[in-house]
């Protein structure tokens, strides 16, 4: 039988788990998977993704390191604290994922092939010229005596340095004595990533009275937030390279692991695509306009993250906050958010954002 070829540009996260998903509908091997390019950096320097994992498929189910049902937002005023029995936050570790997707010992060409039907592209999209940027710095520490709470992860706090942008420190708690602590920026400059590692010196040791710890693991992250150029319009882009980054969150794991179920259901049903239309878009129109509108009041007025955070998280109950992080926002929810927000800022907001839209061709999805 002649096997159908696809072509997949882009060895990470959309790339593999496209694969993965044409092998598990494939009951009869029908496929030939061609990868080109490059093999993420996740390979050798595994990440933590995260995301809410309220109806995930049991290929991702298998692969969850750990799940939490509690999780903080805090500021130097407030603390907002979620909880849900139905949308657990959880993580997987990005090597064991891509060794879970079975292409580990992938062969890549370095040459792209042309564009065409069945040919996806995953290389990674650039940010837009003046658009934010979500930048961090994570260490996977280790101390003698209990120090974090095992049953909750601090998303945000906003109790750090504020003077270069809006920043916060998440921190996930894999037990009592081990943890993911991460100093994130968004901003539309970068700092060195000295910057971010004195950050969580700080605060484990003048806010968590820690002072002997152990560095197991580092990571860095850059994550464009807002709109992003694809990395070669001819191309069918799927990942991040595909709409699925979450403007204002920079979260894309459970987006792209619905997307690339969705087009391999979509050829095992015998579709042809030659369009980037044909490829299903993660987010709602809605949800990518409030986005806009959101980051466009956090660039005229950074100092206020820590307030349109704690404002939100307020007024949402844990399982509508996973619903809107994962791109799941109903109208209901839409609007709670609009009426937790102060009005005028985000008046103007809206305003420069269609402006924009206007007048500099600025793209708002
Ligand atoms: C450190 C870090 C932590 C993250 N944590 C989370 C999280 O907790 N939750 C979440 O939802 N999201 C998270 N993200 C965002 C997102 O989920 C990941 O970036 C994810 O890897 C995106 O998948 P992708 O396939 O689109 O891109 P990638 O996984 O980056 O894959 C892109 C592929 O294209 C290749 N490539 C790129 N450019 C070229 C080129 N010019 N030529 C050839 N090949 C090229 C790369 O080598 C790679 O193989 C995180 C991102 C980072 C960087």
Redesign the pocket.
Known sequence: MVKKEIHI???????LSLAKYLSIDSKTNTYKINF???????FATP?????WGDQVNLFVEQSIKKKWYEWEIISEESVVTHKTKNSPYC?IN?REWLALCGFEKLVISPN?PEPGPLVFD???PRASSGGLTQE?V?QTIEVKKPLFNPKSVTLMDFRCDQRQGPHFIYILPFSSTSALIESTRISEFLCPSKYYKEAIKKYLTERLKCIEYRIIAE?????PMGHVVK?DSNYLG????GN??RKSS?????S?QHQTQQIAAQISAGQTITRQRQIPFAFSRLETILDSIFLMALKRQPHKAPEFFIKISKRLTGDEFASFMSGKTRLNILLKIICALPKIPFLKAGFQTIQAKLYHGTDID
């Open positions: 540009i882009g060895a990470g996260c959309a790339g080109y390019g490059r093999k993420s950096n996740a990440n933590y993704w995260s995301f993580t990005s792209i995953s290389r990674n961090f994570g990571e860095y992250g850059k994550i990395h799927i990942g991040s390279n699925c980054l920079g979260y894309a794991f459970n792209i």
